[in-house]
């Protein structure tokens, strides 16, 4: 029985270990598309440079909205135009031209949200780009779920199962889940190509 809660232990350990380093040394880094789409949470400015420099960065989209403070939108103007100043140091240091564009965004895009996305992803110049938003847990990932539909083609089934390791089952639901504001939306979303019946033009201004 010893045994037992012993590997129990360790297991949690290891988890608890790979958690902390994830959230506050890698800032939920990941790969969405190799060399082309990044997504993460808030890098810390004095650590942002690696992240830029390592994956060639050549755009930041700042998914944060200052004019919003609850648990799920906690960014300031401050965390904003730190990293614009951290950017701006990177790109002097390095003879660079990283973009910095912030699209304030709420948990679920809009037509207005949307619109700067496009506007942005379109334009081969920009890539590779990094998405992140506070937690790199929600917005992040829905944009690059969204990115994910309209540029590679992917179901939405799967493109929704990429933004948890399990998104409902055995009474959990996460905001990705079916019946959940995010979940539904990334369900029901139709890409550009789907023309007058896409999201995107179905949306209102």
Not at 52 to 57: E, H, R, V
Not at 137 to 162: F, H, L, P, Q, T
Not at 183 to 197: C, I, N, Q, T, V
């Amino acid at each position: 029985m010893k045994t037992v809660w012993k590997s129990i232990a360790i297991v949690a350990l290891i988890a608890l270990s790979y958690y902390l380093w994830d959230v506050y040394v890698n800032y939920k880094f990941r790969t969405i598309s190799e060399n082309k789409v990044y997504k993460s949470g808030l890098i810390k400015p004095s650590k942002i440079e690696s992240f830029l420099i390592d994956n060639k960065i050549n755009t930041v989209i700042n998914l944060l909205d200052p004019g919003v403070q609850d648990s799920l939108n906690p960014a300031q103007q401050k965390h904003i135009d730190a990293e614009d100043e951290a950017i701006t140091e990177v790109n002097r240091k390095n003879n660079l031209k990283i973009k910095h564009v912030n699209i304030p965004s709420g948990q679920v895009p809009t037509k207005k949200t949307l619109t700067k996305f496009f506007e942005i992803l379109d334009d081969k110049s920009n890539y590779p780009v990094l998405i992140h938003c506070y937690h790199g847990v929600g917005r992040a990932k829905i944009y690059s779920a969204i990115y994910r539909i309209e540029y590679e083609n992917w179901k939405n089934v799967d493109a929704r199962d990429k933004t948890r390791l399990m998104v409902e089952g055995f009474g959990y639901k996460s905001s990705f889940a079916d019946g959940k504001e995010k979940g539904d939306f990334l369900m029901k979303y139709k890409p550009r190509s789907a023309g007058d019946e896409s999201t995107f033009n179905q949306l209102k201004d």
